[in-house]
T-cell receptor
Framework: AQKVTQAQTEISVVEKEDVTLDCVYE???????LFWYKQPPSGELVFLIR??????QNEISGRYSWNFQKSTSSFNFTITASQVVDSAVYFC????????????????FGQGTILTVHP | DAMVIQNPRYQVTQFGKPVTLSCSQT?????MYWYQQKSSQAPKLLFH???????NEADTPDNFQSRRPNTSFCFLDIRSPGLGDAAMYLC???????????????FGPGTRLTVL
C-alpha cells in the first residue's frame, strides 16, 4: 500500500531564512505522481506542483523549488527567502496510476508540516 | 474564473439532524471528490464520482451519502451527524487527462461543520 511520510510536524523560521520540507513516499507502482499542496489558515488546499515518476528533473518556480530523488523515494520542497505569507500547512501527496486506471487520481496525503514564518 | 465553490462555508447542525453540503464546479472536470479533514490531520477521502459512477471508500461510514445530479454539482449528505463528524469537508475536482492518468485536484474552500 502507498504511504507518504512528512517527518517534520512543525517548522518555525524567521523571515528571509530558507526552509526545506521533507517528504518520503512508499509505493509499489512504477508509475505514480507526486504533489505538494499548501493550506493557509483559510482552509483551502492550493495546488503547488505535480511531478510524475519518470521525470526526476528538479523544478524551480520563483522562491519555490522541488528536489525529486527516486533513489531515496523523496520529494522535498524548499522555500528560499521565506516570507510571512508562506505560513501555512504544507501537504505532500502521492497518486498511483494502477493498470486499467482504477486509481481515479486518488491522493494519499502525508500528515502535513506546519510552517510558521516569523517577521 | 473557473473554480470550485462550496456552500455554505460554515454549517452548524444539531446532533442527529440531517445536513447537506454542496459543491459546484465550473471547470467541467469529470471526477469529483469529497474529503473529511479533522483538526491537525490530513484530508481523508470519503468517496468520489467518476462521471456518474459513485465510488465509496471502504471505511466511509454509512452515515455519509453523496449525490451528483449533473457534471457541475455534487452533494454530501450526512444523515445523522454525530459529534465525531465535526470537521472541515473539502470538495475537489480533477480531469482524466489520458486513460488512467489524472491531472492535479483542485479544491474548494471547504465547509466547516459544527455539530452541537
Amino acid at each position: 500500500a502507498q504511504k507518504v511520510t512528512q517527518a517534520q510536524t512543525e517548522i518555525s523560521v524567521v523571515e528571509k531564512e530558507d526552509v526545506t520540507l521533507d517528504c518520503v513516499y512508499e509505493t509499489r507502482d512504477t508509475t505514480y505522481y507526486l504533489f505538494w499542496y499548501k493550506q493557509p489558515p483559510s482552509g483551502e488546499l492550493v495546488f503547488l506542483i505535480r511531478r510524475n515518476s519518470f521525470d526526476e528533473q528538479n523544478e524551480i518556480s520563483g522562491r519555490y523549488s522541488w528536489n525529486f530523488q527516486k533513489s531515496t523515494s523523496s520529494f522535498n520542497f524548499t522555500i528560499t527567502a521565506s516570507q510571512v505569507v508562506d505560513s501555512a500547512v504544507y501537504f505532500c501527496a502521492l497518486s498511483e496510476a494502477h493498470a486499467g486506471g482504477t486509481s481515479y487520481g486518488k491522493l494519499t496525503f502525508g500528515q502535513g508540516t506546519i510552517l510558521t514564518v516569523h517577521p | 474564473d473557473a473554480m470550485v465553490i462550496q456552500n455554505p462555508r460554515y454549517q452548524v447542525t444539531q446532533f442527529g439532524k440531517p445536513v447537506t453540503l454542496s459543491c459546484s464546479q465550473t471547470l467541467n472536470h469529470n471526477v469529483m471528490y469529497w474529503y473529511q479533514q479533522k483538526s491537525s490531520q490530513a484530508p481523508k477521502l470519503l468517496f468520489h464520482y467518476y462521471d456518474k459512477d459513485f465510488n465509496n471508500e471502504a471505511d466511509t461510514p454509512d452515515n455519509f451519502q453523496s449525490r451528483r445530479p449533473n457534471t457541475s454539482f455534487c452533494f454530501l449528505d450526512i444523515r445523522s451527524p454525530g459529534l465525531g463528524d465535526a470537521a472541515m469537508y473539502l470538495c475537489a475536482t480533477s480531469r482524466e487527462r489520458l486513460a488512467g492518468v489524472y491531472n492535479e485536484q483542485f479544491f474548494g474552500p471547504g465547509t466547516r461543520l459544527t455539530v452541537l
